[in-house]
Each structure stands twice: as C-alpha cells, then as structure tokens.
C-alpha cells in the first residue's frame, strides 16, 4: 500500500439521464461550438490508441467500440458486463464515441479507445491500481491516457509510473478536480508536470465555479452539461473536469492521426510537444498568460489541428535580429502581382517569411 492511497472520481458530478432519440445522432454543444465536422475532413483519429483509466466501460454500448483493456479491480481481463458507475463509459463517449447517426458521437470517432479499470461500482481504488495501468499502457504501446479522477496525496510511486508513461512517449490528459471552494490545489496526478490538468468551463465560455484552482493548470475545456454515453445503452448529461480532461484527450488524438498521416513532420512528437502546442494555440479567457484558474486559456480545436509540416519549413538565415524562414510552396493555379506572372501553375516557388509573421500564423 502506499501514503494516502485511495483515489476517487471528483467529488462534483453533476448528472441527468438525456433521452436520444432511436435512429438519430445528437452533436452536443462542445462538438457544435468548436466545428468539428469541418475538423473531421481532415482528421477523426484513425487508428491512435487511446486508454481511459476510470471505472469499467460499457463494452457492449452501440455508440463505443472497445479494442481492448483490463479490470484492475478484479483483476480479469477486459469486463464485459455493464458496469453499476457510469463515469468510464461517459468519459469514454466524449473522447471517441463513433460517428454512425446513432446517439451521440465523440471528439474523435475513428480512435481506438481501451477500458482500464482502476475504480470500483462504487467510484473509488487506489494508486497502486493506477500504477499498474499505466505499466499496462506502456506494454500495449498507448498514445493517449485520461485520467478523470484524483486524489489529496502525494505518492512517490504513482509519480515514477506517471513518469515512465511520459518517458515512452505518451501524453496523459488529467481532470483538475471539482475542488474549488475546499483547496487551492489539483488532484493528483493532475499536478505532476509530466500531465496535462484541465479545468472546465461552461457553455458561455466562462471557467465552471466547481473546477479546482492551482498553479499546474495547463488550459480549460467543455466541462459542462456534457452529453455522452452511461451504460445499459443509454445517455446522459455530466458536469465535471472529468468530462473536460477527455475533450482534450480526444483532441490529442486528433493532433497525433494528422501527425502520422503527414509522415511524422509536425512538431508534436512527444508530450512536451504536445502541450507546448496546445498552450500556444488556446485562447485567454483570464488574467493574461498563464493563471491559477484557467491555465494558458481556453482550447483552441481548429488551430490545434493547423500543424506546420517542419520538414518543408527550414531556417533560412537571421538578419537584422529576425529570423528568416524558407517554405517551399506549390501554386494551384498561375500567380500574378501587378499584371506580372510570378509563378505558374503546379510550380514549386520558395518564399522568405519571417519568424514573427509565421508565429502569427500560427498562434494568432
């Protein structure tokens, strides 16, 4: 056993049971406010191997695909009875319920997602079960881990596994905590550096009362009257950073597919690039740069998805203290300036662009 073991779901989860109707999907207000369906013709992310260490999922729920995963708490392999608690099945329905006119469907739809079962019916376990799911996700070659639950305490154990996670490569995505009026600090493993911890904001772009304040905050998502999937085929709306950290998680997903699908030539090849991205891109809602309260600001899907392929983007020369960027671009029809045809059609031309005008680009 380890110091202050017990790990549990937030304690603020607000529920109610939503009535879908059959043969019918529902975007739900975090999927319409941030256009995915235009993210979607990029990218829905296909073949990226997510894990949601939480309660069991419903691997029998019409709108999920499982690909895999095991029941630390009994420890059987992957569960396949509908689970009493509904939170891993919800999450998991945020993350990647599938796209198929059916219920509802997920930030990314095409990712594969893995039932890790760490927490009881009852919404409770303990570190030393977190710890040998993430020793799994390291074995079965994971990209993405979410986490939505926490604990009061420090352990030196759960940090050394958090850390191996984040040495082989995979981003982990973490729930803040719904702590706000009690401490003002995160749950952990939110709090390490090697995660990502995300607070929650509502419909009206404002950070939720509930969502818990601290300096590792990284950005704020959709955690607030979220629709998705609750075992025994059916749906409901929760209210929590257990339902933002999976927003983000399936957006992670997305950014990885379209890495893979661009050869690997984007700059988020591990973790750390990861975050530096996300916190690039998002949008401050708060104190200005990073705070207690929203971290860097609220996430930013579609410049998220706007990734530079950095092999055809090379430091050209620094003049004057700017740094001068060459990009090789390929015109689709013939270019004129000032009644001048500077390039022709399906012609390659290399053009200087300086680093401030490429971060604007990029970052806004």
């Not at 949601?52 to 396949?80: C, E, K, M, S, W």
């Not at 916190?279 to 401050?284: E, G, I, P, Q, S």
Request: one cysteine or more.
């Amino acid at each position: 056993m380890f110091a202050n073991d017990m790990i549990s779901l937030g304690k603020l989860e607000i529920k109610r049971a939503v009535e879908v109707k059959a043969g019918s999907q529902t975007t739900g207000w975090h999927i319409n406010k941030y256009r995915f369906p235009k993210i979607w013709s990029k990218t829905q992310g296909e073949s990226v191997k997510v894990a949601v260490i939480d309660t069991a999922i419903d691997v029998n729920h019409p709108d999920l695909q499982i690909h895999g995963g095991y029941d630390f708490v009994n420890n059987t392999g992957l569960r396949t009875d509908a689970p009493l608690h509904g939170h891993g099945t919800h999450v998991a329905g945020i993350i990647g319920a599938k796209n198929n006119n059916l219920g509802i469907v997920g930030v990314a739809p095409k990712c594969k997602l893995y039932s890790l079962a760490v927490l009881n019916d009852q919404g409770s376990g303990s570190y030393g079960n977190i710890i040998r799911a993430l020793d799994w996700c390291i074995e079965n070659g994971m990209d993405v881990v979410n986490m939505s639950l926490g604990g009061g305490g420090d352990s030196k154990a759960l940090y050394e596994a958090v850390r191996r996670v984040y040495d082989a490569g995979i981003t982990m995505v973490c729930a803040a905590g719904n702590s706000a009026w009690e401490r003002g600090y995160l749950d952990f493993p939110g709090t390490y550096n090697e995660t990502m911890a995300i607070a929650a904001i509502k419909q009206n772009m404002q950070r939720a009362e509930f969502s818990s304040i601290g300096p590792n905050i990284d950005i704020c998502a959709p955690g607030y009257e979220i629709v998705s999937t609750t075992p025994s085929n059916t749906y409901s709306a929760y209210s929590g950073t257990s339902m933002a950290s999976p927003f983000v998680a399936g957006l992670v997903a997305l950014m990885i597919s379209k890495h893979r699908s661009l050869g690997g030539r984007t700059p988020i090849s591990g973790p750390k690039d990861v975050r530096d991205h996300l916190t690039k891109v998002a949008h401050d809602v708060s104190f200005d740069g990073q705070d207690n309260y929203t971290g860097y600001g609220l996430v930013n899907p579609l410049k998220s998805l706007y990734l530079t392929d950095r092999h055809k983007l090379r430091l050209h020369q620094r003049k004057w203290g700017l740094e001068i960027y060459a990009v090789d671009v390929k015109f689709k029809e013939d270019y004129f300036f000032k009644g001048r045809r500077l390039a022709k059609k399906g012609q390659t031309r290399t053009l200087s662009i300086s680093g401030h005008v490429l971060r604007r680009l990029m970052y806004g």
